[in-house]
């Protein structure tokens, strides 16, 4: 790696306490983002001759700190900016700041930074622009091609976006217990949003909005690191690990989505899921399940099955049937009816999603499920209908694609029925 | 002599390291293990997963199993080398190789007093 890599990569890492840090000190995201700014600026000057610090996010918060304030009283008093060499002596003063710097206060700094773009009055994509912008410090112009839109429409929903926050009132208060817990909450499903905003793009998107994916797996063990003992935070990077090992082979070379069981089960990444067992290996130790956890242990299950026929279905189907208690929705029951299928049929399978049908006639998934249990039945007129209105509602060109390779295919086996 | 060279390194900035600059990294530190292997001086090479992954257990009476490392401190343990070195400076040489190619945190020398093998295939 050259040194400036380094610097970039070091840079990127103190970002979510540096800026967090700034934030508590000035109480306006503007500022505190224009700080930590000029402090990478004054970092990518002095570090490569210095060395980098021994904590680079304390001498970033230091500096930007520093450089802010010098800024304001300049404003006030149009007085010329300190030299340079005023404000980078900072051996003794980062000593001290990082004494000051005790790892609760941190903690609670990073978490609010993370907590603020979970406001409720924002929209599910501009929580998740906002955290890329503000926490994981991605350029708009990086946020708008993942969002596959133009830079001026991304700009304009950030702004949009810091303003609500701003008009919320940030929460500067240190939190209690069930404050802090409640706003771990938020944030763990922030993270779910920008993670899934990557895993649901089509095969033509999702080399370009992986990165949501992987930026969103460091914020969860970001999360983990502030929260080691916290077993749903376990089971929600265990399941973004294991979710994402499957990247590489969730596609063919033409953007179509290859299902589960067709997948070549070789392109998964091992690593991560070593990492994802483990994971929920730990968080099961808890005994306090929770959705995350019980996500995670479905796709531990399919993640542990060497071929598609060695998964444990019988096990998937319980798991299913806990989350359904513990979160009921029609989704979870439409998953539970796949593992269903495959352990008492599709008749079982179908009997159990029929009293969906009106909760999820918009759902590309329900008609494309429902589908595909009717042509196992043999059930072709049906599944043609199904697949259909599939097409109708798919989402992007690759969920289209799939469904119409199971009517080419009903089409045939009708033309050879007719023969 | 055997020594151990301890990596450690700040977690947050590894983790922050895109898949082609850490593949960059290992590249460059493989061409430094060739090298020692050849020599036939390289042993065992452990890299860990994050420390998010660990637990602990704190040998109490009883022991308390405790999520996360050992020690909470800004630079993690993050792997390790047992290379065979005729003394210290041998061994500061072989860190100084692989620091040049992998830069950033700290490598702990230590002097190894007993290294068992093992028998896991490998």
């Not at chain 1, 993640?303 to 513990?326: H, K, N, S």
């Not at chain 1, 209105?389 to 009903?410: F, G, K, P, V, Y």
């Not at chain 2, 301890?6 to 900035?13: G, I, M, N, P, V």
Request: charged share 25%; proline share 5%; aromatic share 6%.
């Amino acid at each position: 790696m050259t040194d400036t890599a380094w610097i970039d990569a070091a840079l990127t890492s103190a970002r979510p306490q540096a800026v967090g840090a700034l934030l508590r000190y000035f109480r306006d995201l503007d500022t505190a983002e224009e700080a930590f700014q000029n402090a990478c600026l004054r970092a990518l000057k002095n570090w490569p001759q210095n060395g980098p610090p021994r904590d680079p996010a304390a001498w970033l918060i230091m500096v930007g700190r520093n450089v802010a304030i010098d800024d304001i009283r300049r404003n006030r008093k149009q007085q010329p900016l300190p030299e340079d060499a005023a404000i980078s002596d900072l051996d003794d003063a980062e000593e001290r700041l990082a004494e000051r710097l005790d790892g609760s206060q941190y903690r609670d700094d990073i978490l609010r930074l993370l907590f603020i773009c979970c406001h409720p009055g924002l929209p599910a994509t501009q929580q998740i622009a906002l955290a890329l912008r503000i926490v994981s410090g991605l350029t708009v112009k990086q946020i708008a091609r993942a969002f596959i839109v133009s830079e001026a429409a991304m700009e304009q929903r950030i702004t949009r976006a810091k303003a609500s926050v701003a008009d919320a009132g940030l929460p500067f208060e240190t939190p209690g217990a069930v404050e802090r817990s409640e706003r771990l909450a938020a944030v763990a499903a922030m993270i779910y949003l920008v993670f899934n905003e990557g895993y649901s793009a089509g095969g033509d998107t999702a080399d370009i909005r992986k990165p949501l994916c992987e930026e969103a797996i460091r914020l969860a063990r970001l999360l983990l690191r502030l929260f080691q003992s916290e077993p749903e935070i376990m089971g929600l990077t265990a399941l973004l690990l294991l979710q994402h090992a499957r990247a590489a082979a969730r596609f063919d070379a033409g953007g179509a989505v290859i299902l589960l069981d067709d997948q070549d089960r070789s392109l998964w990444n091992q690593k991560m899921i070593a990492e994802g067992l483990a994971l929920i290996d730990k968080a099961m130790r808890h005994r306090q399940s929770g959705p995350y956890q019980i996500q995670a242990a479905i796709a531990a299950l399919h993640a542990r099955a060497a071929r598609p026929e060695d998964t444990d279905w019988t096990q998937i189907d319980l798991l299913y049937g806990a989350l359904e208690v513990m979160q009921p929705s029609p989704v979870v029951t439409l998953n539970r009816a796949v593992a269903v299928s495959k352990v008492r049929g599709a008749e079982a399978a179908l009997d159990m999603i029929e009293p969906l049908a009106s909760r999820l006639s918009n759902y590309f998934h329900f008609f494309g499920v429902r589908g595909a249990f009717l042509m196992q039945l043999g059930r072709s007129d049906e599944a043609r209908i199904a697949f259909d209105r599939a097409i109708a509602l798919a989402n992007t060109s690759a969920e289209a694609a799939h469904i119409r390779m199971h009517l080419d295919r009903l089409m045939r086996d009708s033309a050879g029925a007719g023969k | 002599m055997l020594y151990a060279i301890l990596c450690y390194h700040d977690e947050d900035a590894v983790g922050s390291w895109s898949k082609e600059q850490d593949a960059a990294v290992m590249t460059k530190l493989a061409v430094v293990q060739d090298k020692l292997t050849r020599q036939g001086r390289l042993g065992p090479v452990a890299r860990l997963l994050p420390t998010t992954s660990a637990t602990t257990l704190r040998k109490d009476d009883p022991p308390v199993v405790i999520d996360g490392p050992f020690a909470e401190t800004k630079e993690q343990l993050l792997g390790f080398y047992i290379v065979d070195c005729p003394n210290l400076d041998g061994a500061l040489d072989v860190a100084r190789d692989l620091a040049a190619v992998n830069p950033g945190g700290a490598y702990e020398i230590r002097p190894v007093g007993l290294l068992n093998p093992g028998s896991l295939p490998t």
